[in-house]
Nanobody, 124 residues
Framework: QVQVTESGGRLVQTGDSLSLSCRAS????????IAWFRQVPGRERVFVAS????????DYSEFLEGRFTISRDNAANTAYLQMNSLKPEDTATYYC?????????????????WGQGTQVSVSP
């Protein structure tokens, strides 16, 4: 059974940068399609970015305006979300999701494995 764990969330200020990590265990990481989502209380979970097996097939939500970068290190069983020029509206719980087969539509999945989330808070 694949287990996914996010880390790196914390309180930052507007304009700061932050890197989130997503570590997966219990499976072959290089054969996991990875995505990041975020959710604000009372609202639906929203797709942020996704990445294929080998740092390819990257996809980003348009609202990011090029501020975030997704990457992965298969040797370390870890994917990353580098977030730059953070804004208060980026405040959310960020979730990492994974599945073995590439989804037809990465933005909707479905994804088989989810982490517990890591909180990112951006102060004005």
């Amino acid at each position: 059974q694949v287990q996914v764990t996010e880390s790196g969330g914390r309180l930052v200020q507007t304009g700061d940068s932050l890197s989130l990590s997503c570590r997966a265990s219990g499976g072959t990481f290089s054969r996991l399609f990875i995505a990041w989502f975020r959710q604000v209380p009372g609202r639906e979970r929203v797709f942020v970015a996704s990445i294929g097996y080998g740092n390819d097939r990257k996809d980003y939500s348009e609202f990011l305006e090029g501020r975030f970068t997704i990457s992965r290190d298969n040797a370390a069983n870890t994917a990353y979300l580098q977030m730059n020029s953070l804004k208060p509206e980026d405040t959310a719980t960020y979730y990492c999701a994974a599945r073995e087969l590439p989804p037809l539509h990465p933005r909707s999945g479905p994804y088989d494995y989810w982490g517990q989330g890591t909180q990112v808070s951006v102060s004005p």
